[in-house]
């Protein structure tokens, strides 16, 4: 088992930025894929983007490219999210998730942090 735990959440300005982490626990040696994905209050899931746990690979949706970055330290079993110019918008509850079972369906998951962008 895979346990996630996500921090770094809060309230932020709009044109702000924070950080959020995903720490990982338990059975680290078989991760191969970690996302991000955020959910707003009335909207469906939202994938945010991901990164191998071995490698250079990312990728992110259209709505946060430019903006956000995913960077993972393996020493500490952590990803983080790097949240810039952050638009009211971007308010939702982000979830880390890690190692895929199919298109964009994870095996586990994190309990979520609030990021809430004010203006």
């Known amino acids: 088992q895979v346990q996630l735990v996500e921090s770094g959440g809060g309230l932020v300005q709009a044109g702000g930025s924070t950080r959020l982490s995903c720490v990982a626990s338990g059975r680290t040696f078989s991760i191969y894929r970690v996302a991000w994905f955020r959910q707003a209050p009335g909207k469906e899931r939202e994938f945010v983007g991901d990164?191998?746990?071995?490698?250079?690979?990312?990728s992110y949706a259209d709505s946060v490219k430019g903006r956000f970055t995913i960077s993972r330290d393996n020493a500490k079993n952590t990803v983080y999210l790097q949240m810039n110019s952050l638009k009211l918008e971007d308010t939702a509850v982000y979830y880390c998730?890690?190692?895929?079972?199919?298109?964009?369906?994870?095996?586990?998951w994190g309990q979520g942090t609030q990021v809430t962008v004010s203006s």
């Open positions: 990164t191998v746990w071995s490698g250079d690979y990312t």
């Open positions: 998730a890690a190692n895929p079972v199919s298109w964009r369906q994870y095996d586990y």
